[in-house]
């Protein structure tokens, strides 16, 4: 369970998860909006279909690729929501 720990108000906006709609902090990343909203399955493997989520929220593992506004295989901990954004669990499905 992630839970915040800054006690500072910070305004909020809406964003849209799987279609659904998610209030979060303004500021925040995808990745940890997404994480506080109780989201952990942000993608399935190409290899086995496991599911996946954030890791090392720094960049570098890539288990946090999520498609956003239809753009795939965007980093979740490393792009900042903002107003009406769009995102949606990413496949990654072998065809
Ligand atoms: S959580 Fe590792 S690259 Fe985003």
């Known amino acids: 369970m992630i839970k915040r720990i800054d006690s500072q108000k910070s305004e909020m906006i809406r964003i849209y998860f799987e279609g659904k709609v998610i209030y979060v ?10 994480l506080e909203a109780g989201v952990t399955h942000f993608q399935n493997t190409t290899s086995r279909g496991s599911q996946r989520g954030p890791f090392c929220m720094m960049g570098v593992c890539f288990d946090c690729l999520v498609e956003i506004d239809e753009q795939p295989n965007q980093q979740a901990c490393m792009i900042n929501v903002y107003q009406e954004m769009k995102i949606k669990r990413q496949a990654n499905l072998l065809k």
């Open 25 to 34: 902090h303004k500021g925040d990343t995808v990745a940890s909006a997404l």
